[in-house]
């Protein structure tokens, strides 16, 4: 097998290893040898360690001093500083654009992605809305993460967004359209609108400061969601980490 045959299935298990975490099949505290995530996901050993070691790379499973891989606890705090994780790198992929000049080309992609948000914001089919706004979100935030040019940035900061809660797209199912989320859409494109002007304009501290802002927007659509529909987000990829945590006893 050839070199992208093996990323290709060191890929297939880290995604499928990833979404049991996330979906609470593999709980906090579980212990993934090579062997058993081999046969959870259809490959041989090799590419499964790897695949483990991936994911210790990105915050679901710590390695213990045996080597075991172990699935994390994941409390409200470190969904909480994901979420501020993801405000910081990318905001600091804004300012790199602006000090080093912007891909104008990138902007203009994420200009045409917000005119499509707009047109979206203003249909009266709430769960057309709804839908059409998280995948487009995610697409102007995937454009936004290449406007410094900057392959570290950008590497950076997509694992970043794959720990709970810290994607642009963490609810992106029909299950938690809310009142509460909804209306967080139009701030959001408010703040869209005016991190791409401030890049244009030069106006690097200012779009800094705007997508910590921004970001912080996640962590409310979390609060709104848990208020209005507690039983909905039970299914949101990553509570079950959370909830697991906040059941584990203070020693």
Same mark, same amino acid.
């Given at each position: &097998?050839?070199?992208?045959?093996?990323? !290709?299935?060191?890929?297939?298990?880290?995604? %499928?290893?990833?979404?049991?975490?996330?979906?609470?099949?593999?709980?906090?505290?579980?212990?993934?040898? %090579?062997?058993?995530?081999?046969? &959870?996901?259809?490959?041989?050993?090799?590419?499964?360690?790897?695949?483990? =070691?991936?994911?210790?790379?990105?915050?679901?499973?710590?390695?213990?001093?045996?080597?075991?891989?172990? *699935?994390?606890?994941?409390?409200?705090?470190?969904?909480?500083? +994901?979420?501020?994780?993801?405000?910081?790198?990318?905001?600091?992929?804004?300012?790199?654009? *602006?000090?080093?000049?912007?891909?104008?080309?990138?902007?203009?992609?994420?200009?045409?992605?917000?005119?499509?948000?707009?047109?979206?914001?203003?249909?009266?089919?709430?769960?057309? *809305?709804?839908?059409?706004?998280?995948?487009?979100?995610?697409?102007?935030?995937?454009?936004?993460?290449?406007?410094?040019?900057?392959?570290?940035? !950008?590497?950076?900061?997509?694992?970043?967004?794959?720990?709970?809660?810290?994607? /642009?797209?963490?609810? /992106?199912?029909?299950?938690?359209?809310?009142?509460?989320?909804?209306?967080?859409?139009?701030?959001?494109?408010?703040?869209?609108?005016? &991190?791409?002007? =401030?890049?244009?304009?030069?106006?690097?501290?200012?779009?800094?400061?705007?997508?910590? %802002?921004?970001?912080?927007?996640?962590?409310?659509?979390?609060?709104?969601?848990?208020?209005?529909?507690? =039983?909905?987000? *039970?299914?949101?990829?990553?509570?079950? &980490?959370?909830?697991? +945590?906040?059941?584990?006893? +203070?020693?």
């Amino acid at each position: &097998m050839g070199d992208s045959g093996k990323i !290709q299935l060191v890929e297939l298990a880290v995604r %499928e290893l990833r979404a049991r975490i996330l979906a609470g099949e593999l709980k906090p505290d579980c212990h993934v040898s %090579e062997a058993a995530a081999g046969e &959870m996901t259809g490959v041989s050993r090799t590419p499964a360690r790897e695949a483990l =070691a991936i994911l210790v790379e990105e915050g679901l499973m710590y390695r213990s001093a045996s080597g075991r891989c172990t *699935v994390r606890l994941f409390t409200r705090d470190n969904a909480r500083d +994901a979420i501020e994780l993801r405000g910081v790198l990318e905001g600091t992929v804004l300012r790199l654009a *602006v000090e080093r000049g912007p891909d104008t080309t990138v902007l203009d992609r994420c200009e045409t992605i917000l005119c499509r948000i707009d047109t979206a914001l203003n249909s009266t089919d709430t769960t057309l *809305v709804f839908e059409d706004y998280a995948r487009l979100n995610k697409e102007f935030h995937v454009e936004l993460s290449r406007v410094a040019g900057s392959d570290t940035l !950008q590497r950076e900061l997509h694992r970043a967004i794959r720990l709970p809660f810290a994607s /642009p797209d963490a609810f /992106p199912s029909h299950r938690y359209n809310t009142p509460k989320v909804r209306n967080t859409f139009h701030r959001a494109q408010e703040q869209h609108r005016a &991190m791409i002007g =401030a890049v244009r304009d030069g106006e690097g501290t200012r779009v800094e400061a705007l997508a910590r %802002e921004h970001a912080r927007l996640a962590w409310e659509d979390y609060e709104a969601v848990m208020f209005e529909e507690p =039983a909905s987000v *039970v299914n949101a990829p990553g509570f079950a &980490m959370i909830a697991a +945590a906040e059941a584990t006893p +203070a020693v």
